[in-house]
């Protein structure tokens, strides 16, 4: 399977009152993975939210990605990404299984995401690359990085941190292959400018 295109990824707060419409209208668009990222410790609500975009991902033939939780993706058989705090890689490789896709967060260290590729990561996320509304706080990355990333890795190389339209391009340019966004796709105002957003991420991989 190829990894490449936009990684869209959903934030409680921002889709409140909005969620399965609002990512509806991405996969509509067109959306390669979709990450369900909710920090609640509301299991019930995040079992069934889950099961939801299940159900929407299999209409729209996307990959669903469970954010931290690895027993949550394997009860509903799909994928998931890990932090550095998230739990080891290598037992969830071996809970999931070889064919389900593990992301690994690797910030802006290269040896990170050396040590996934070799715990069986699928991907390795490097950010953030702008200010971002979603994680304000996160420890930022520089573009530089990337080229020596492509260098020193074959695993699908994933971008995230403030990333909009009108900053993207460059990331694909030095050989980002997926473009992880929240803000960036969801702050829209209308379920129609989500799917038009989506639409022209995915365009940046053509050119
Ligand atoms: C695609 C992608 N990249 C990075 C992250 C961040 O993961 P983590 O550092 O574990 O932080 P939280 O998202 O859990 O707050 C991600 N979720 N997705
Ligand atoms: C969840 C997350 N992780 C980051 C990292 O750098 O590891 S940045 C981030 C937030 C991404 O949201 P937005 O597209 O709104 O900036
Ligand atoms: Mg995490």
Redesign the pocket.
């Known amino acids: 399977m190829k990894l490449r295109g936009l990684?869209a990824?959903t934030d409680s707060q921002l889709l409140a009152g909005k969620f399965l419409s609002y990512v509806e209208a991405a996969l509509e668009g067109g959306v390669t993975l979709l990450?369900y990222?909710d920090?609640s410790s509301d299991e019930a609500r995040r079992l069934r939210e889950a099961e939801a975009l299940r159900n929407l991902c299999e209409r729209y033939k996307t990959h669903l990605i469970i954010?931290?939780d690895a027993e949550l993706a394997a009860r509903l058989n799909v994928g998931v990404?890990?932090?550095?705090?998230?739990g080891p890689l290598s037992p969830t490789r071996a809970l999931l299984g070889s064919k389900s896709i593990i992301?690994s967060?690797c910030h802006a260290q290269i040896e990170l995401a050396q040590q996934a590729a070799k715990e069986g990561a699928s991907y390795v996320?490097f950010?953030r690359f702008f200010n971002s509304n979603t994680?304000p706080g996160?420890p930022t990355c520089s573009l530089d990085l990337l080229d020596e990333a492509k260098r020193a890795l074959h695993l699908p190389i994933?971008a995230?941190g403030g990333i909009t339209l009108d900053n993207a391009a460059p990331l694909v340019a030095h050989g980002v292959d997926?473009l992880?966004v929240v803000h960036g796709l969801f702050g829209a105002d209308s379920t129609a400018e989500v799917t038009r957003r989506a639409r022209a991420f995915n365009e940046l991989f053509k050119s």
């Open positions: 990684y990824i990450q990222r920090k954010n931290d990404h890990l932090g550095q705090t998230d992301g967060t996320a950010g994680k996160a994933c995230i997926l992880a």
